[in-house]
């Protein structure tokens, strides 16, 4: 009866540190799937900055230079979808 009692105690002393570690790993996890997602989404918000800064720049090169031709007036000549500018066009076969 003394033995009996002995395993008993022994078993639910396993179960308890098992439950234990299970609990552990499961916090641990968790912290770390946390983690993951709190890094991808600093680099998301850096890329998003990125970003911005790049079209920003862009925009500032592209009024940059429309205003650059307005004050120097430019002319420029329309060229059609699909024609070809009088300087670049083949000279005739038959000269």
Not at 46 to 59: E, H, P, R, S, T
């Amino acid at each position: 009866m003394l033995h009996s009692n002995f395993r008993h105690r022994n078993g639910f002393a396993l179960v308890l540190v098992l439950s234990f570690i299970v609990l552990l790993v499961v916090v641990a996890l968790a912290f770390f799937s946390y983690s993951i997602l709190q890094r991808q989404i600093s680099n998301s918000s850096a890329n998003l900055g990125k970003v911005d800064l790049f079209a920003q720049g862009a925009l500032d090169t592209t009024v940059g230079d429309l205003r650059q031709e307005i004050v120097a007036g430019s002319t420029s000549t329309a060229v059609t979808a699909g024609a070809i500018p009088p300087t670049l066009g083949c000279k005739s076969l038959t000269a």
